[in-house]
């Protein structure tokens, strides 16, 4: 499940290439519309109050949930569009890393050696991944990908403020923030808030299909899987968006990319091993730094 749930994710970076003719902003509000119609429908058939509601009135934390899924989103699909898929697949993947920062400043959580390191090495890729884009104008691409991936960082810190609470309404709830924020930027470039069907279609799959059900199936592996295995099937299956991204738009990435790229992956997959085998022995094999 937790395999399925990455490649239901990723797909979404497929989707939004395909839909060729419309711009990050455009592709957003139909792909916000596809989750809010499916989960929403879903709570109505089982009649069950809407999430959409409790997104906004269950107090400041669950807004800023939203606001950090809002963030995260619109970087992502941003970085898509204005780059490539294996780019913005290979910059999603420091979200854990981005993580400890965030869990360092508002949990107190501290960080071993062995993230210190991981993190070390992960913006040695971002910075080789980097200065392979800065001239082809897609630096902003790339670091809308950065941005997505502190801004699920955020959310993620969030959620483990309180691992009791049913954060789910913040799915609905920051499709609605971005479909009223995507709106007006359409109309003022003069762009229509309709495109072309198939590129609706695609949009309305990655919503409805990919975010929706990869969240669910996500959702369910946790409760049966390890954290730390969890982390290694997330960041793993983003070593695949290459090669999904060559047979389907026949997009090869640039040397820097797959060097950069490989660079983060390992640093994120290592880390997690590594944690998977401090789990599994119960003690710490390498010394916490506070930082």
């Not at 490649?7 to 711009?23: C, E, K, M, P």
């Not at 508002?106 to 210190?116: Q, S």
């Not at 490989?262 to 789990?279: E, H, P, Q, Y």
């Amino acid at each position: 499940m937790a395999l399925l749930a990455g490649l239901s994710w990723r797909f979404g970076a497929i989707t939004a290439r395909l839909a060729q003719h419309t711009d990050a902003f455009q592709y957003l509000i139909w792909r916000s519309i596809g989750i809010v119609v499916v989960v929403e429908g879903w709570r109505r058939l089982r009649r069950k109050p809407l999430h959409s509601v409790t997104a906004f009135t269950s107090g400041p934390r669950m807004l800023i949930a939203n606001v950090c899924l809002l963030i995260a989103s619109l970087g992502f699909i941003y970085a898509v569009k204005a780059t490539s898929a294996s780019t913005a697949a290979f910059l999603g993947s420091t979200t854990p890393l981005f993580g400890v920062f965030a869990s360092r400043v508002f949990l107190g959580e501290r960080a071993n050696l062995r993230t210190i390191i991981s993190i070390a090495a992960t913006f040695v890729g971002l910075f080789i991944m980097l200065t392979g884009t800065l001239d082809t104008g897609t630096l902003l691409g790339d670091l809308a990908g950065v941005a997505a991936a502190a801004g699920f960082a955020a959310y993620t810190t969030i959620v483990r403020s309180d691992p009791q609470r049913d954060w789910s309404p913040a799915m609905p709830g920051y499709s609605l923030m971005m479909a009223a924020i995507c709106a007006p930027i359409i109309m003022s470039n003069g762009n229509t808030l309709v495109p072309p069907a198939q590129d609706i279609g695609w949009a309305l799959i990655h919503g409805g299909l990919f975010v929706v059900a990869g969240t669910r199936l996500y959702n369910g592996a946790s409760k049966a899987i390890p954290a730390s295995a969890m982390t290694v099937f997330a960041q793993s299956e983003m070593a695949l968006v290459p090669i999904w991204a060559f047979l389907v738009l026949a997009e090869r990435p640039t040397p820097q990319t797959v060097v950069g790229g490989t660079i983060i992956l390992g640093a994120v997959i290592g880390k997690a091993i590594l944690d998977g085998r401090t789990d599994a022995t119960g003690k710490s094999e390498l010394a916490t730094v506070p930082i």
